[in-house]
């Protein structure tokens, strides 16, 4: 048995959500007056979750929206802490979740590159040794030295991407960014992500899109109001 990546135990994740936060005269009124206190409530997105993923192994998250597919994908890259469960993780996670996160719009796409390989724990040197790689694989030409708030979300998808799948990652965890960006670059995507799985990269991929879906993963997880209400393989 190829060894555990990704082993989540009981994810829970709650939310309270504020109602009639107003200022100071609601909250002098409310002394007197039960309208104007502050009321609130709790909201579970993801509710008594487990799973394992082991290395070389898909796994595709399917849902409504509001399902708490993404939440449950921000718990596994450790964007969100659960408020109960326990999440181990092996290795390099590298999360595709949101455009432009690990991003400084102020920088250029070169200085991004820097940046947000750092993040993974890449050192400068192993980034100059990967770089133009990178930015081949991008095809953002010379946009790579114009600072990315002036980018696009298809060229900040393009630059996120070609990042994350040259930090050699164990595991790679997308949700719909490839629904971003041209047909061309997309396949470009898909043939890559192929290619990291041959060598043993594990995949968590939120899809609305069943072909993707089965396209790219062994296993499925549907989820309804944060909780899994099916599992199987493709």
């Not at 109602?19 to 100071?24: A, D, E, Q, T, V």
């Not at 820097?114 to 790689?133: D, K, P």
């Not at 998808?157 to 930090?167: C, E, I, K, N, Y």
Request: charged share 25%; glycine share 10%.
């Amino acid at each position: 048995m190829s060894r555990v990546v990704i082993k989540a135990e009981n994810l829970t994740k709650q939310f309270t959500l504020r109602h009639n936060r107003g200022g100071l005269k609601s909250k002098f009124l409310g002394l007197f007056d039960a309208r104007y206190r502050e009321h609130a409530e709790t909201f579970m997105a993801v509710s008594d979750v487990s799973f394992t993923l082991h290395k070389g192994e898909s796994l595709a998250l399917v849902g409504h929206n509001g399902s708490g597919k993404s939440t449950l994908l921000q718990l596994v890259s450790r964007i969100l802490v659960p408020t109960s469960g326990r999440l181990t993780t092996v290795g390099r996670v590298a999360p595709l979740i949101e455009i432009g996160v690990g991003f400084h719009p102020d920088l250029t796409g070169e200085e991004n590159i820097y940046l947000n390989a750092s993040l993974f724990g890449l050192s400068n040197r192993e980034v100059r040794s990967r770089f133009n790689e990178i930015v081949d694989f991008s095809g953002l030409g010379n946009f790579i030295d114009t600072p990315v708030k002036n980018y696009s979300s298809g060229m900040y998808m393009r630059l996120g991407f070609s990042v994350a799948v040259h930090v050699e990652p164990q595991v790679l965890l997308a949700d719909e960014v490839l629904a971003v960006g041209d047909e061309e670059f997309k396949r470009k995507c898909h043939e890559r992500i192929r290619t990291l799985q041959d060598d043993g990269m594990a995949l968590i991929l939120v899809t609305h899109a069943v072909e993707e879906g089965k396209a790219f993963c062994q296993r499925y997880l549907t989820l309804e109001r944060g909780r899994i209400i099916e599992h199987g393989c493709y």
